[in-house]
């Protein structure tokens, strides 16, 4: 079974740049989360999307922060402008549903950002 | 809303020997725990879950145990392996937090040879 895909692995740019991570979740996964960790920190969800639709995007930031999924599958996130302290590796995961609890979520490799 | 402590921080442990990470919850209604790993540099993966109708489960050298009354949960490592260095999130979700995991800190967990 193929896993999360997700591109770029790693990124440099400098602030006030912008910056785009695309993601491939599970084949059949409605759910689809982004997180963000910091280096020495555990994941925080920054969206949560059902299908085509966002389901919490409480912690991000939206002033810089947006992202979709326009057909339910793949989904982009994107940042602009950048700021050093966005410097983090961008985790997307997909589980198979969001109701009711007990559905594993599976991450991808994630993509390492680095804002200089 | 859901809160998740996890301790300790860091632990060392002979190679050998066992492990112990605890966790503390604060809604009583959570009713799902899993626990990932993630190696340096990778990804989180699942490596066990147990179910708030249930109060342990095993895995090989893997075991979890879940107190609902005291609302802690630990994971226990027995026999450890330099590969079990790693850092061990748990988490925890349910009705009330509209089943979002709420992760703990994470533990750093390292296999002195």
């Known amino acids: 079974e193929a896993g999360v895909a997700q591109s770029p692995r790693y990124k440099i740019i400098e602030k006030r740049q912008s910056v785009a991570f695309w993601c491939n979740p599970i084949s059949g996964h409605a759910t689809l989360y982004w997180y963000q960790q910091i280096l020495g920190q555990g994941p925080k969800l920054l969206i949560q999307f059902q299908n085509n639709g966002v389901v919490d995007d409480s912690q991000l930031p939206k002033d810089r922060f947006s992202a979709e999924r326009l057909k339910g599958v793949d989904s982009t996130l994107k940042i602009q402008p950048a700021k050093l302290e966005d410097s983090a590796v961008y985790l997307c995961?997909?589980?198979?549903?969001?109701w009711g609890s007990g559905n594993t979520i599976y991450f991808g490799e994630g993509s390492w950002l680095t804002v200089v | 809303g859901e809160n998740v402590e996890q301790h300790p921080s860091t632990l060392s442990v002979q190679e050998g020997d066992s492990a112990v990470i605890k966790c503390t919850y604060s809604d009583s209604a959570s009713n799902y725990f899993p626990w990932y790993k993630q190696e340096l540099g990778k990804r989180p993966q699942l490596i066990i879950d147990i179910r708030s109708n249930v109060g342990e489960k095993k895995d090989q050298r893997i075991a979890v145990t879940l107190n609902k009354t005291a609302k802690h949960f630990s994971l226990h490592i027995t026999e450890t392996q330099p590969e079990d260095s790693a850092v061990y999130f748990c988490a925890a979700s349910g009705l009330l937090g509209n089943y979002q995991l709420i992760w703990g800190a994470g533990t750093k967990l390292i296999i002195k040879p």
């Open positions: 995961a997909s589980s198979l549903d969001r």
